[in-house]
């Protein structure tokens, strides 16, 4: 049966957004020209005469320099191994490296979590996003699929379908691991289609903005409160 399901499983591959690629460079971009250019004059701003902008040169300029040197030194070094192309097929999910290596996690990796009593596959909040999270060799592994973290060289525009995909291998071909029913509600899946799911998404978008209302009439009602007083 499972042989059925994985000649069914076809393999689904990252498409880029270019677009979205190009503006997050230019963003990130220009505030790190910005930081750069406020720390090499730091001196400049920091003396209020000739005397003291020479004694806080000598001191500040030699250790701005080695850290320039170490970051620029860690971004060619997370070039090399950063993400080009994500793979889902039916044997896992394949990460292909700018330097030619790839890395993989693959279904039959995948276990519990030393704290995770409940779900084997599970969601984790980081920097106010889930993450879809597994566990291998009982250590916690996050997943990401869009291309936003730091080692990925462009935006993945299909990175919705990339993670549908690879649930539902997770459900077909590892069917003794529980998933949070979280994951399904958070991401819009749909539990058996392992499609995007349009009324789940709208009504996920419904009660945010909703929560988002009251957030926003609750602070206008505080100013005017205040204003008043």
Known sequence: MQEDFRKEFLPLA????????????????????????VLAVF??????????????????????????????RYV??????????????????????????????????LGTFLRSDDY??????????????????????????????IGSTHYIKNGRALRARFIEGIVRFRPDLKIDPFVFKEFSIHPEKFTFDGKRYLKHVGEAAIIAGIIVLLSLGLMLLVVKM
């Open 43 to 72: 001196p400049f701003l920091v003396s209020g005469n000739i005397k003291v902008f020479v004694v806080v040169a000598v001191l500040y300029y030699p250790v701005w320099v080695i850290g320039m040197y170490r970051f620029f």
């Open 14 to 37: 990252s498409k880029p957004s270019w677009v979205i690629t190009w503006l997050m460079n230019i963003f990130f971009g220009s505030v790190l020209l910005f930081m750069f250019t």
């Open 76 to 109: 060619k070094k997370s070039k090399g191994i950063s993400v080009t192309k994500i793979m889902v097929d039916d044997k896992g999910i394949h990460f292909y490296k700018k330097n030619g290596s790839i890395d993989a996690i693959l279904y039959n990796q």
């Open 120 to 149: 084997e596959v599970y969601l984790t909040m980081k920097r106010k996003t889930w993450i879809l999270t597994v566990g291998i060799n009982r250590n916690e592994t996050k997943v990401v699929f869009d291309g936003t973290d």
